[in-house]
């Protein structure tokens, strides 16, 4: 692991621990030149999932482009980075359960939305209304209803 402050390649860990919901570990680090301390992840990576998207079209599964929905509904929310990272486990591993080589945008899209409905309402309304693309204030209302 290099030093992210002088770029060293030796650090030993100080500290490990899991996550709260055991999806990933977090390691305390000490750059045995600088004598900086630096946090890292390790965290499941998963592999060999197809995404099918709504019209048909098919990539690779990536991570940071269903972090980079989330964290716009979460902007300016009560959610540390530590529970951002657990709804990530959370969300990454209801969908390794299902086993699936390929899985649709819109099955990813409903595990978002029930994770994000049990942890912010607020959050699950702005994910929503994006995902589910409300064409009104009444479909909208809606879904505030069945909050």
């Not at 290099?2 to 390691?27: M, N, Q, W, Y």
């Amino acid at each position: 692991m290099f030093c992210p402050f002088c770029g060293h390649t030796d650090t030993k860990v100080i500290d490990s621990r899991l996550t709260e919901d055991g999806g990933a570990i977090r390691r305390r680090r000490e750059c045995e030149k600088c004598g900086e301390r630096f946090s890292t992840y390790e965290e499941m990576v998963l592999l060999n999932i197809m995404v099918v998207k709504r019209d048909d079209r098919k990539e690779a599964y990536e991570r940071e482009k269903v972090e980079q929905g989330i964290k716009r509904a979460l902007e300016k929310r009560p959610i540390s980075h530590e529970g951002f990272r657990n709804l990530i486990n959370r969300i990454e591993r209801d969908i390794q359960v299902l086993r699936k080589e390929e899985i649709k945008s819109s099955e990813i899209g409903e595990i978002v939305m029930k994770e994000l409905k049990t942890l912010d309402e607020v959050a699950y309304i702005r994910f929503a209304s994006v995902y589910k693309s409300f064409k009104d204030v009444k479909s909208f209302e809606r879904e505030l209803k069945k909050l």
